[in-house]
């Protein structure tokens, strides 16, 4: 069964603490992971869609990596603002997403 | 360039009661995903749109049942409200399969009491 695993739940970090998040995958046939983040009672807003094993991605403070079986996003220095539920989603062989529970990042100043 | 715009943005129901939520697609999108999200959960696919048919659905009853029309919106509707369809409901418009990504709206929460 396809399935998305995303950790830890929830992060607490001090502003300017670097820390990664992690998102475990099995699906055949990766066609691309994909991250959000979402503040609460919101919809998700794409941040990086990854299509192969070795590909970067940088948007500010956050860089995502994928290997075979994982992907990081990676956030560099956050700021308070960085605070967000951070989703992980990969499609299934039938193009619809699957996702993670999420890890819910709170940056504190 | 507005994206997806989805309505209402609260709603409270009865147990029992039926409803219905409105999603307008991003410019330029034909497809249309909905997707039902409980509080401290990640979204969970309900069902998709293309041509005006399902395309695909999601593991939920057959109480969940939606709409596409001509201009791409959409319209999901539960019958017979139980109080665990309490939740976040979003709507996701694609090019085609969406492969290249989704755009999500900012959800219908639905209370059931």
């Known amino acids: 069964e396809d399935q998305v695993t995303q950790s830890p739940e929830a992060l607490r970090l001090q502003e300017g603490e670097s820390s990664s998040l992690n998102c475990s995958y099995t699906?055949?046939?990766?066609?691309?992971l994909f991250w959000y983040r979402q503040d609460p009672g919101k919809g998700p807003e794409f941040l990086f869609t990854l299509y192969s094993a070795g590909e970067e991605k940088e948007k500010e403070r956050l860089k995502a990596t994928l290997t075979k079986k994982e992907s990081f996003l990676h956030i560099t220095a956050p700021k308070p603002e960085d605070s967000a539920t951070y989703l992980c989603a990969v499609p299934d062989n039938t193009d619809k997403l699957i996702f993670g529970t999420g890890t819910r990042l709170q940056v504190f100043p | 360039d507005a994206g997806v715009t989805q309505s209402p943005t609260h709603l409270i129901k009865t147990r029992g009661q039926q409803v219905t939520l409105r999603c307008s697609p991003k410019s330029g999108h034909d497809t249309v995903s909905w997707y039902q999200q409980a509080l401290g959960q990640g979204p969970q696919f309900i069902f998709q749109?293309?041509?005006?048919?399902?395309?695909q659905r999601g593991n939920f009853p057959d109480r969940f049942s939606g709409h596409q029309f001509p201009n791409y919106s959409s319209e999901l509707n539960v019958n017979a409200l139980l109080l665990g369809d309490s939740a976040l409901y979003l709507c996701?418009?694609?090019?085609?399969?969406?492969?290249?990504?989704?755009?999500f709206g900012s959800g219908t929460r639905l209370t059931v009491v």
């Open positions: 699906v055949s046939g990766l066609r691309g």
């Open positions: 749109y293309y041509e005006e048919e399902e395309r």
């Open positions: 996701a418009s694609s090019l085609g399969q969406g492969v290249d990504g989704y755009t």
